[in-house]
């Protein structure tokens, strides 16, 4: 059980740190709601000290190690770690879930290039869909379908993210928008992140990802219905309070590098209340024929390793593969390192 301290630390922590999804959490109950903010407030930490460390592989190797502790209920003395530790034992947490996180962060170290549609939906699928999954098994549903619609939804605040954030990733030399979409309208990925210039074109591309979004949070929509009739409000709260960031998007002509999509707190709460009157609605409405659609290929694997009982496995070998160029990469690194220092002795 999470401590009240660390359930207090996590909370102030997501409540600056993750406008939207703390918006969208005060619907859930609390039985769902502590624990979801503590395993956000642990995914927020581990992306933040990736996306934000001047030693990415390093922080990713020390995000792994986290992660082993945790999971032999021995973790870090930190707040985020006891937490995140607390509920993988109340709710018997698939490995398997955070380490696809794990994955995606270690491809964000490497620098992983994504040439289409279906990589960057691989990036999502562990960065986002991820937490989808786990979302759900802190609600204690286990269902096949619901599994993959909650992944449809990660999916989509993710495209929806990388979206509104194309000029902040251009600037730091990250490029989420598929590669082979800017060579279709004649665009050098290359001489893009080089200079990242307002163009029609990258408009466009903007637009046509947002549009990829939209059918998933359409798709998503069909598994909410089907959560805990409490969970659904909160639930249905994230879908619109992300899709919102879309229409930001879009009444910004579709430019993310000059300008940054916001939504404020009267919008947020004309979502909130729209996700209350869904919730309503779903109790008489009849099943979407699409919630049995089959997950989207990239996140079959996390539909699997939730539906199933947890089961203590090794990891996988692209895990494993990402890990070992990290590792080589930090050993470069420290060597280095100790080459200038006996240089300067």
Known sequence: MISTGDMAH???SIRTGSLSFHAASRLLPPRVRDPALALYAFCRLADDEVDEGQDKARAVLTLRDRLDLAYRGQPRNAPEDRAFAALVE???MPRALPEAL??????DATGRQYDTLSGVMDYSARVAAAVG???CVLMQVRDADALARACDLGLAMQLTNIARDVGEDARAGRLYLPRDWLRDEGLDPARFLANPAPDPRIARLTRRLLAEAEGLYIRAEAGVAVLPLDCRP????ARHIYAGIGRAVRQNGFDSITRRARTG????IGWLTLAMGQTAASLALPRAPHLHALPAPEVAFLVSAAARAPVSRGRTEALLSVLAQ???QDRRRRDRGASLSRSTV
């Open 90 to 92: 109340d709710f018997a």
């Open 102 to 107: 794990l994955e995606g962060l270690a491809w």
């Open 265 to 268: 707190k009267v919008a947020k």
């Open 234 to 237: 909160g639930i249905f709260g």
């Open 133 to 135: 999954a786990m979302m």
């Open 326 to 328: 990290l590792e080589a």
């Open 10 to 12: 996590c909370r102030a």
